[in-house]
C-alpha cells in the first residue's frame, strides 16, 4: 500500500475553508484513495497548538476526532530525534522549523515518496509535494 | 504506533533483513507493509473514518486564510 506523510500545513490547509489552497488540498486528500496517511507526534503538537489558538476548542476536537484517525502515528525514536534536532542546528539561520526536520528525517527513513503538505521544505526530503505547488 | 514483541524463525528473520536492506527501510516497515496485505482495513470501517474527516473539512474560516503558511510563527504565540 502507498505510503502518504501529512504535514501540520495540510492538517490546517483542510480544515480552514478560507485558505486559498483549501480546495487543492482537498481534492489531493480525496484522490489518495486508500493509500496509507501517516505522521508523527511533532506534527500532532503542532497542529494541536495552531489549531486551537486560531479555531479554539472546536477546531482541536475536529482535528483530533475528524483528520487524525485516519492518519497512523510513526514513531520517533531517540536516534531519529537526535539526527533531526542536529541537522536542524546545523541548518540555523534557515527557515526550516525543527518539526519540519523532523518530518524530513521520517519521510527519508520510511522511504515515502509522496506527502500532503503546503511546505516546500518536505521536498528537501525528495518526496513529491501534493497539491502540487 | 502500538510496540510488540514477536518471534519469528531464524530464516524468516534472515529474509526479513535482507528485504529491508535490499529496499534500505526498517525491518518494521516490511513488517508493516506485509501485515496490510494479509490483513487490510475493513472497507466498510476506513469508510466511516472518511465520513468523518469529510465532516470536518472546510468546517472553520479563519477569515485571513493564512493560518498554514504563518502556523511556524502561530505555534510561537500560543501555550503548547
Redesign the interface.
Known sequence: ?KRVFVD???L???????????GAT?SA?LELG?A?LVTHGYVV??A???T????GV??VV??L???L??I????IDVELHGAAQARYRDSLPS?T?FVDQVSIAVIE???IDTALA?DSDLAAAGAAVLPAP | MIRTQISLTEDQMRRLRAEARRRGVPIAAVVREAVERAVPVDPGQQQALLRRAMAVIGRFDSGSGDVSARHDEIAGETRW
Open positions: 500500500m501540520t500545513s495540510a490546517l490547509t483542510l480544515l480552514d475553508r478560507a485558505d486559498p489552497r483549501h482537498r486528500f486508500d496509507e503538537a503542532e494541536i497548538a495552531v486551537r489558538r486560531r479555531f472546536d477546531g475536529a482535528l476526532d475528524g483528520l484517525p485516519l497512523a502515528l510513526l514513531p527557515g522549523s527513513r520510511e522511504a503546503l
